[in-house]
């Protein structure tokens, strides 16, 4: 077992030699029992077939072959699972507090009711939607949608009277009625009531045929994400395309865990819409014959169904789901239909648009244009089904190869026999066509209750990370001397990191590398740029960096409070950053399609909450394990071998966490020392990317280290000035932490939220100093005496930064330096940096290099602060920042507009626009005609601008070129050539 433990690590592949040494190791050990190599490999196909099913093998239609782990596999362990089954949620829920699951959205609510878990089973009782059931006093309803009301279920309901000739008659009121009142359900109604034949033909539910009468019904959602990888670590591109799913009926904070990321299939050769073909297959065969899965949670029999609610993934790949013909077109967004040709793009009104979310596209829409694309191509001219693409945006790969073969086939009928009418081409072609198997356009158009224009959620790992920070950045660095740049550099590492969670900053590195950072360097970034860039930027760039970092915050939010609101400050924060960017360089938002999709973020939050449930985050750290799987593959048939790695690993993983299996007749799990491992086992744990539930003890304080333990005099102690009861103990031992509410751990120099006093109704924020505990315990003295300094918040606002100020309190405010509290009253830890713009920080201090953990002879120098009692609170912080905006008062934080008419401000900035164009158009045609200028280094310079590729900093991936970005500028030279 412990060896099929180490075999299956996700984060620690071994080759077939590293495995062997351990068998020698354990062998010369003088370990009893050990198994030889291949006898523990055949031990491990046995428990495969007993409790692990084998990936499917596929063929695609144009020939690819490739092996899914069939998704259905995955939902039944995920049911006969008992630490995943107990998790699971079925159904919408409406709530006026805070909306942090994708089921308390809007999304889910879209779909019919019939298409969402169509039951609620009690006892071993299904009362079913659509059907006369009898409640608790004896009154008759038909339930019409199960959902959840402040976390307890409900059923809307019209009531059923009988009147006294014996009919029953169906009131359409809809009353709320909670799932507890309902007890006899529509058979026993039938049974117990001997009544005349009911007279609504459509009951029972049709879908109660899909099931035994013993069986529950459930609906899961499976979001599934491609993404193309590479499955070498080292820059050899080795392309694979790979499918990826997860079941988000389970809470958001356990989806964040690998744990719960589910591999689907990968290939080097099948493309993402052949391997989407077969899983739209397996989902919609779901639709009639359901999954059977043993609910460990319930101990019952239950049937399921499959359904796809979005499609995460990077913007090229998202374009590509939904046919879209990608960023650098004329009509350059999946979602709607802004856009147009230069001219269109450049009018007041067409650039106006592009700030905003215009006419939805709709997959209905998207599979009439392809067909028409289909039927152009009978007639043999190419450049007809090109104008069609160009001027609705919409162009399909799979589509495309059928339109390739059309136009040989017309132009070889048109050559043969020139004096046939075009009609009849077309009959002909068109038999042919349907004649032809496999799919004729993208087969996520065909899913039940999915439609991939508006179903791909901006996701903001590439979308805000990867694009919009990253022009910031660019903008921003491309232009410091190296003398700026040093400056920059040191404060950037003199910032104070506590109240962030993101790692050490390594400044000297992301500038040394500034071209080829990744993800956490620009999240790192976009917290703590704004403070360090005076003097180093114009005013309207600063603008810039400070709409980025207040857009960054609000959308890195776990749950949101008021979706209204939230909404609201949204869209101003949204229109902030397109304002600031088209200040700076009107070019960027004509040809930019990451700020266009920007606005469509603020229906994806009301769709499927917030925004950082559809971050890819989570699943490109799991490439990671993917590709050591790859590397460690023998290459020769790579799609089985990962998928089958993956389909062990799962394995491993449902033993560990004792789901059951059928075997001989009934359903059995490990046994309970096997099943131990995985809640004790810290370092099982993190192999499996498994974190157990967290267990916050706030206002627990954790002491020092015996050797590091120092002790006071309470004299000395600030505490002793404030403190106002008297004290026994002398000695008093200092701690090193204290838990908070929100169970951050604060230390000494950590700023902090508190609620204090009676009813905690003071609030303070300050900085922590003291976290005390008497050295020998005396009655009548408090355990633990904490120390914070107290600031207090301004009244206004920043003039400079716009956000809340912090200062020491003066003589006339009568208030005390220093608060003693209680580890309990501390709310949360936040970020708070010191004032060094307006104090004038220089950076006067020197610090010595380290390197290989030694001290070098250089010195580095750092900001020395001026003050100790000018600071601004980072309202730029993703880390608490909800928590931050519900404790401040709301005209300290709430969002205003940069530019107040913004309709005038884009007709004049249009106007800007249209001048550069002209003006480059100018340049280009001149430098066309002397050869010597340098066109290409000048196309060379606007390609480094920022975005060659959203991932070109990721180790081992490729280097696409995100057709928004790079090319574009590039191309659109060429257009006007
Ligand atoms: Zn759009
Ligand atoms: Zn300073």
């Known amino acids: 077992m412990l060896l099929d433990i180490i075999d299956n690590l996700p984060r620690l592949r071994l080759s077939t030699a590293h495995f062997k040494l351990i068998l020698w190791l354990l062998n010369q050990a003088g370990v009893q029992h050990v198994p030889s190599y291949d006898a523990f490999r055949k031990t491990q196909e046995e428990l495969t077939s007993m409790c692990a099913s084998e990936p499917v093998h596929c063929v695609s239609s144009v020939g690819n072959h490739f092996y899914v782990n069939d998704p259905r596999e995955t939902i039944k362990q995920q049911f006969a699972n008992p630490e995943v089954a107990q998790h699971f949620n079925f159904y919408p829920e409406e709530t006026d507090e805070s909306i942090s699951e994708v089921w308390q959205a809007e999304r889910w609510k879209e779909y019919d009711p019939s298409d969402l878990t169509p039951m609620y089973s009690s006892n071993g009782k299904q009362f079913y939607i659509n059907e006369v059931a009898m409640l608790h006093d004896d009154r008759l309803v038909i339930p019409l949608l199960w959902v959840k009301r402040h976390g307890i279920l409900h059923a809307d309901c019209n009531m059923v009277d009988i009147d006294n000739d014996g009919r029953w008659i169906r009131d359409t009121t809809v009353h709320s009625i909670p799932a507890e009142q309902f007890v006899l359900n529509y058979l026993e109604v039938i049974g117990t009531l001997e009544i005349q034949k009911i007279p609504w033909k459509e009951m029972p539910n049709p879908k109660r045929k899909l099931v035994d009468e013993d069986e529950d019904l459930y609906v899961v959602m499976i979001p599934i994400w491609a993404d193309d990888v590479s499955g070498n670590k080292s820059k050899q591109y080795n392309k694979h395309i790979n499918l990826y799913m997860e079941n988000s009926n389970l809470p958001a904070r356990l989806l964040q865990q690998e744990y719960f990321v589910n591999f689907l299939s990968t290939s080097p050769h099948a493309s993402s819409p052949e391997q989407f073909s077969e899983i739209r297959k397996i989902v919609n065969e779901t639709q009639t014959n359901p999954i059977r899965c043993f609910n460990a949670d319930t101990k019952r029999r239950c049937r399921v169904i499959l359904r796809v609610p979005s499609l995460p993934a990077d913007n090229p790949q998202q374009s590509e789901e939904a046919s879209h013909i990608g960023g650098n077109s004329n009509k350059f967004c999946r979602r709607c239909n802004v856009g147009g040709t230069h001219e269109e793009k450049g009018s007041n009104e067409g650039y106006h648009s592009l700030f905003s979310v215009g006419i939805s596209r709709s997959a209905s829409q998207t599979i009439e244009i392809l067909n028409k694309q289909l039927n152009t191509a009978m007639t043999g001219v190419a450049s007809h089904v090109k104008a069609i693409q160009t001027e609705t945006g919409v162009k399909d790969k799979v589509t495309e190869y059928w339109i390739d073969l059309l136009l040989k086939k017309a132009n070889q009928i048109h050559k043969d026999n020139p004096r046939k009418a075009q009609e009849e081409v077309t009959t ?18 065909d899913i039940a209750g999915l439609d991939p224009t508006k179903d791909t959620p901006v996701e903001i790992l590439h979308t805000i990370l990867l694009g919009i920070v990253k022009y910031v950045w660019h903008m921003f660095h491309s232009k410091l001397s190296e003398e700026e740049q040093r400056v920059f550099t040191a404060r950037l590492q003199s910032t104070d990191t506590d109240g962030l969670t993101i790692p050490p900053l390594r400044a000297a590195y992301i500038m040394q590398y500034r071209n080829g950072l990744i993800g956490k360097h620009f999240k790192a970034l976009m917290q703590t740029m704004v403070f360090h860039v005076h003097d180093l930027v ?30 609201r400050d949204l869209e101003v924060r949204i229109g902030n950053v397109l304002d600031a960017f088209s ?47 790859s590397i460690l593959s023998n290459h020769q048939a790579p799609s089985r071998d990962i998928a089958r790695k993956f389909a062990s690993m799962d394995r491993l993983k449902h033993l560990l966490s004792g789901g059951y299996w059928f075997y001989k007749g009934e359903w059995i799990q490990s ?16 192999h499996l990317g498994w974190t157990p539930p967290p267990d916050i003890q706030y206002g627990k304080v954790i002491p020092l280290s015996k050797v ?106 009568q208030l005390p330096c220093y608060l003693v509290i209680k580890p309990e009253e501390i709310l949360f830890r936040l970020s708070v940096q010191h004032d060094c713009r307006l104090t004038g920080c220089k950076l006067t201090g020197s610090r010595v290099v380290l390197q290989e953990h030694q001290k070098t002879s250089q010195r580095m120098s750092v900001l020395s602060h001026v003050d100790d009692s000018s600071y601004i609170i980072n309202t730029h912080a993703l880390h608490n920042a909800t928590l931050l905006r519900c404790f401040l008062p709301r ?13 005038s401000f884009h007709f004049e900035t249009a106007t800007k626009y249209r001048e550069a ?31 060659q590729s959203e991932k070109s900093g990721q180790i081992g991936k490729r280097k696409r070129t995100e057709a928004a970005d790079s090319t574009n500028d590039i191309s659109e030279n060429e257009d006007i050539v």
């Open 428 to 445: 002909e072609l068109t038999e042919w066509l349907e004649s032809q198997p496999g799919d004729k356009t993208n087969p996520l158009l």
């Open 583 to 629: 200040k700076v360089d009107p070019n960027k938002i004509a040809c930019k399609i990451k700020l266009h999709l920007l606005p469509h973020i603020i229906s994806d939050c009301r769709r499927y909450g917030p925004a950082i449930h559809n971050s890819t985050e989570i699943f490109e750290c799991f490439n990671a394990v993917f590709r050591m799987c």
């Open 708 to 813: 590091k333990s120092t002790a006071i005099d309470w004299s000395q102690t600030c505490a002793s000035s404030a403190y106002l009861q008297e004290i026994k103990s002398k000695i008093w031992n200092f701690n090193r932490a204290v838990i908070a509410q929100s169970g951050d751990v604060c230390v000494k120099g950590s700023w902090i939220a508190v609620e204090y006093g009676h009813n905690a109704k003071c609030r303070a924020i300050g900085r922590l100093t003291e976290i005390l505990t008497p050295q020998v315990p005396v009655e009548g003295d408090p355990t633990f005496v904490l120390t914070m300094e107290n600031f207090i918040v301004g009244e206004h606002r920043h003039p400079h930064f716009d956000m809340p100020v912090l200062r020491r309190p003066a003589e006339q405010d």
């Open 891 to 903: 005209p300290l934080i709430e969002p205003k507009y940069l530019i107040p008419d913004r309709q």
């Open 917 to 947: 164009r002209m003006a480059e158009i100018d340049d280009t045609a001149v430098s066309e005609s002397t050869p010597s200028m340098p066109v290409k280094r000048r196309r060379k310079n606007k390609a480094m601008e920022g975005d």
């Open 538 to 567: 114009t005013p309207d760039e600063f603008e810039i960096i400070k709409a980025v970092g207040e857009l960054g915050a609000m959308l890195w939010v776990p749950e949101i409070k008021d979706m209204e609101q939230y909404l």
């Open 671 to 686: 046994s309970p020392l096997v099943r131990r491992l995985l809640h004790t086992d810290v370092v099982i744990q993190q």
